[in-house]
């Protein structure tokens, strides 16, 4: 019951955000020729739809963002000295990122879509972030945390309407090859996070044993300090740079006006 409420939520976030004419078509005739495919036919339906697996290339982007991020800790710990101050950078994410979630909805019908308020925002993202590398070399912990909150604000319309984007990646599968995997896309979406998640926890280790950090050393050698640096203030910027050009190039929404104009769907 509790996955059944999640997608019928999913749903209706999705129509709320994108304002569709369409909701009848998906809830009256077209979702009852969804139908239940093997696992090699939907895996076949899904990789021909590029706009799926720029959503689960951004999906892997953002886990091994997060799992940069979470290593905070040890930056925290060993850079700053303060090993306290990982969760006042916590609160500077969350508290932007819940701003930004309350205000998706009337930004997205300002802009007419999600498109330009994804690229947007994910353009102010990587430019805070360059800005959090310049003021951690700097050594201002004060700028580092305003920059990582101006980037939190930034990723938050993403976090907002994904689900009305895997909504729309459907809609594209279907005007595209004429099949329904609403249900099949929900879920197989889920699996770019935890391709991501297990990767990045894997990284974050990788990384910390290249550098000869040992966690019970009372200090750390200059190259696992120097490893850190690149872990909390480089990846996260090189993950929002590669995030940002999937963004830009993930017009979905774009594509499904222009098939249905093609079809004469109104």
Excluded at 47 to 62: A, D, E, P, R, S
Excluded at 131 to 146: E, H, K
Excluded at 189 to 200: D, M, V
Aim: charged share 15%; glycine share 10%; hydrophobic share 45%.
């Amino acid at each position: 019951m509790a996955g059944k409420l999640c997608i019928a939520d999913q749903y209706a976030w999705s129509d709320g955000i994108c304002g569709s004419d369409h909701t009848d078509d998906r809830i009256g005739g077209e979702n009852d020729e969804e139908k239940k495919y093997g696992l090699v036919q939907a895996f076949k339906l899904l990789v021909k739809n590029k706009y799926y697996m720029m959503i689960c290339g951004t999906y892997i982007l953002q886990q091994l963002y997060s799992a940069m991020i979470g290593a905070g800790i040890y930056y925290c710990t060993w850079v700053l000295k303060n090993k306290n101050l990982f969760g006042v950078f916590a609160w500077a994410v969350n508290i932007p990122l819940i701003i930004a979630l309350i205000f998706t909805p009337t930004l997205v019908g300002k802009w007419k879509g999600m498109y330009k308020l994804n690229k947007r925002g994910y353009i102010l993202a990587t430019i805070a972030r360059a800005l959090v590398i310049v003021a951690g070399y700097m050594g201002s912990v004060p700028l580092m945390m305003l920059f990582t909150a101006v980037a939190a604000l930034g990723q938050g319309p993403w976090q907002g309407d994904m689900n009305a984007v895997i909504a729309e990646c459907s809609e594209y599968t279907y005007l595209t090859q004429g099949k329904r995997v609403d249900g099949t896309m929900y879920s197989c979406t889920s699996l770019g996070i935890k391709i991501g998640g297990g990767i990045g926890t894997a990284i974050v280790g990788w990384l910390l044993e290249i550098s000869g950090y040992v966690g019970t050393n009372a200090t750390q050698p200059a190259s696992a300090i120097t490893m850190l640096q690149v872990m909390y203030l480089w990846l996260p910027f090189v993950f929002e740079i590669l995030i940002t050009i999937l963004l830009s190039k993930m017009n979905v929404e774009a594509a499904n006006e222009k098939l249905r104009r093609e079809k004469g769907i109104e």
